[in-house]
């Protein structure tokens, strides 16, 4: 993995800078979108975030979160289910950045402005390899300056309404591999009604959560070892996608 430029770095710098200034406002209006007007609820809420704060206070390590995707507000969701506004103006690393696809979310002036302002690294889908290289780096930095960081370690939504394990992409195992002691957070949320994928949760949603911590390795050097740890990351969520089916049973 390299290194940011120095343009990046302080590009990245003055971009948490503003958004930790505006997130008085910011912070406490998403939440209150999503819980009120939109109707969504967290069941178990207080549990997640309580475990939540208690990874984050333990940890001395980056902490890299990775999810189950099935809408384009997955990470506005998991981001809303793992803390509180007042949690997050405490300790503003534990909003995760997010890396969304830049044709959904910064196609327009004011959806670039909106993902700056909310913690965003935009990636074009089908970038070739320097460009999407320049993210990862930025997501590495980010991290070995503790902050938290949101991947979707397949890729993309997905379009089977399942995790798939063949879907794991090696991105997110070269960011592990990159960081010494890094801690992977696994997060499953899911709808009751999704049912599959789709642009947005429907109205009044009740998402079920879970999160568990592990720490991916491979002996492996190179693309392979990236692939491995990805896979480990992806069985994981499938593990947990196939628990939180058991439960409902």
Known sequence: MGTPSKRERLGLQLQLAISRLLSPIWVPALAAVMGGPLGWRIEGRAELRRRYAELRRSRSGPLLLCANHLTMLDSFVIGWALGSPAFYLRDFGALPWNTPERQNFASTWWKRGLAYLLKCVPLERGADRVQVAR????????????????IFPEGGRSRSGRVELESAAYGVGRIVRALPGCQVLCVYLRGA????????PRRKERFRGRIRAIEPKSDQRGLRGSV?????IVATLVEMEREHFHDRQ
Not at 135 to 150: I, P, S
Not at 193 to 200: H, L
Not at 228 to 232: G, H, I
Request: without cysteine; charged residues 25%; positive net charge.
């Open 193 to 200: 009604g999704q049912q599959s994928w789709s642009d947005a």
């Open 228 to 232: 491995e740890v990805a896979r480990q």
């Open 135 to 150: 993210v990862l780096d930025k997501v590495v930095h980010l991290l070995r300056r503790g902050q938290t960081v949101l």
